[in-house]
């Protein structure tokens, strides 16, 4: 059974006009931007997204892929050499790698709960340093929705990018992400 968490006091953040000027203060959850932890957690989300961001594409030829020694190059007995089935065998010139490496999938999932907690940790460092900056509202002359074309990793204005894209946790830990980022 799950011990009842203490209440966290709500986190005033600074709230902002267009024009980057400061018109109040906005009250959040001190749940999500007012908390604490274990930096390992921390340690652990930022391995897992960088662990799932590797492309685990790099591969070498074994003695099966290499193309061509499908004959014996001497017979086995009689010539006085050491015997050879292949001429691609790994100990050969031209021959294929041993053990090397071979495409894989490095990803992989620490818990839901763990995930949650270590992304409000991350949020609650940024709110707590001052790098959290809430935009009251955005209207732009031409009617564009303004959530589209904001960065995650810079909160910058861009061009022809797809909507949705989703903030990571190093982007969260990086110190120029939330300067100008748009939240709400």
């Given at each position: 059974m799950r011990k009842p968490q203490a209440q966290i006091a709500p986190v005033r953040l600074p709230l902002y006009s267009?024009?980057?000027e400061k018109v109040g203060e906005l009250e959040v959850s001190g749940m999500v931007?007012?908390?604490g932890g274990e930096n390992t957690l921390l340690h652990e989300a930022v391995r897992m997204q960088l662990a799932n961001r590797r492309a685990g594409n790099a591969a070498t030829k074994t003695r099966g892929l290499i193309s061509g020694g499908g004959r014996k190059p001497w017979r086995q007995k009689g010539t006085?050499?050491?015997r050879?089935?292949?001429?691609r065998s790994p100990i050969w010139r031209h021959g294929g790698t041993t053990f090397g490496p071979q495409p894989r999938d490095y990803s992989y999932k620490i818990p839901k709960r763990a995930?949650?907690?270590?992304?409000?940790?991350?949020?609650?460092?940024r709110a707590s340093a001052g790098k959290l900056k809430v935009i009251d509202s955005l209207e732009l002359a031409f009617g564009i929705d303004?959530?589209?074309?904001?960065?995650?990793?810079?909160g910058r204005l861009l061009e022809n990018e797809p909507a949705g894209?989703?903030?990571r946790l190093q982007d969260l830990l990086d110190a120029p992400l939330f300067n100008d980022a748009v939240i709400g």
């Open positions: 267009a024009k980057r931007f007012g908390r006085g050499r050491a050879a089935g292949s001429t995930w949650r907690q270590a992304l409000c940790m991350a949020i609650s460092d303004f959530s589209r074309f904001v960065s995650a990793d810079s894209r989703h903030v």
